[in-house]
């Protein structure tokens, strides 16, 4: 549970991200990307370019901040966000890292404005929501690879057939390279 302090501090800083919101998301993506390379190949650089990347988190960060104390409004969104982060094999380590991009920059944006309380709240406030997007990750994770031909992780693949369809388009048939079943849909 995230303290009632926490939640009044996380709700005043709503409109200042309603504004600033995009600079905000685009100097923790250049933070990010170049202090830690690591995750640097998750994120689709043309989305980066077009500034929906940005515009997304701009927009789920401000729409946690503007919701706190009445989290079950979030709920489907939340869902769709863990569905992209478990397609793209986000995992629970990755967490510190955006969390410690996400408070360095609101520092850095804010300047003074970010004051210590303010800097404690987000951190409460991004551990809280980081927990809840981990948990049903791993879920994900779990149910995917618990299905009949289900894996966990990366799986190698072979490809079996290349087939031209038009002039610009090939169709590409994969088969699994240890020759094991594959889950029905
Ligand atoms: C509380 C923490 C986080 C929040 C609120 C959050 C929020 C979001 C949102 C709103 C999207 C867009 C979803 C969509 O396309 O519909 C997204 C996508 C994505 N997130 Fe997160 N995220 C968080 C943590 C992380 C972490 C830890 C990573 C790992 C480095 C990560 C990597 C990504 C990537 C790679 C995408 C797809 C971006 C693209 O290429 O367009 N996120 N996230």
Redesign the pocket.
Known sequence: MISQTTIEIVKSTAPILQEHGEVLTQHFYKRMLSRNPE?AS???TS??EQG??QR??A???TA?ALHIDNLEVLAG?VE??AQ??AA?Q?KAE??P???ENLLASIQEVLGDAATDSIINAWAEA?GF??SI?IERESTIYKEKADQPGGWDGFRDFEVVKKQAESSNITSFYLKPADKGALPQS
């Open positions: 995750v998750f994120f689709n989305n980066q929906t990347q997304a988190l927009g789920a960060v946690f969104a769709l966000i992209k982060h793209l986000i990755h967490y890292i955006v969390g991004y929501l980081s997007l």
